[in-house]
């Protein structure tokens, strides 16, 4: 399986009339300037309504996803979350391959101030449930056969059939807070946990703007 995520980056350099030196202006999809975190993309995913953004292989298969439909899948997701009462500083696990289901679980947690608890596709089963453990998760995603090696309270929903169960309108007010928790270790927040505003008992460890994409 192979994926390929479209996106295009450049630096370009502010005029300077008075001959000092230049100061570079990263812009990003498409030419918007760059973000100083990953909450507002989903603003830059409508804008490119129709653009491809992801496109993923599977044997002679060949899908393809626009920015448009990745921001509408990440508001349903959203909705589905406030159906469920998952609200923010809840967290929830994400488990699978990278594509489009991974990246619209993801953004709708943002839009909820959801914990974002992503997995490695790679990582044994025995890692997983010990992250589980640690974050007791109100609900995990992912595919359904890796999912299928978690035991858990909380519900799950495999991406393979997602569609059916996400609500059919979309829910894209950002919450006040954002967080990511990124388990690439046993244990504890690493340096890529971040949020984009505000403040959380939960996510006072380890957390760190990151780049902007």
Known sequence: MQLELIEGVHTEREPNPQGEPDTPQKTSLGGAPMRDNLAPLLDDFRRLGRETAVVRYKGNRRRVTSYGELARLAGRFAALLEARGVKAGDRVLIWGENGAEWIAAFHGCMLRGVLAVPLDFMGTAEFAARVAADVKPMLAVGDAALLSNLDLD?????????????????????ADSVHVRHHGRPQGDCAHAWQRTGEHPADQRGRATLPAL
Do not use: G, M, Q, S
């Open 154 to 174: 909380a519900p799950k929903i495999d991406f393979e059939t997602w569609l059916d169960v996400l609500p059919p309108y979309f829910r894209f007010a950002t």
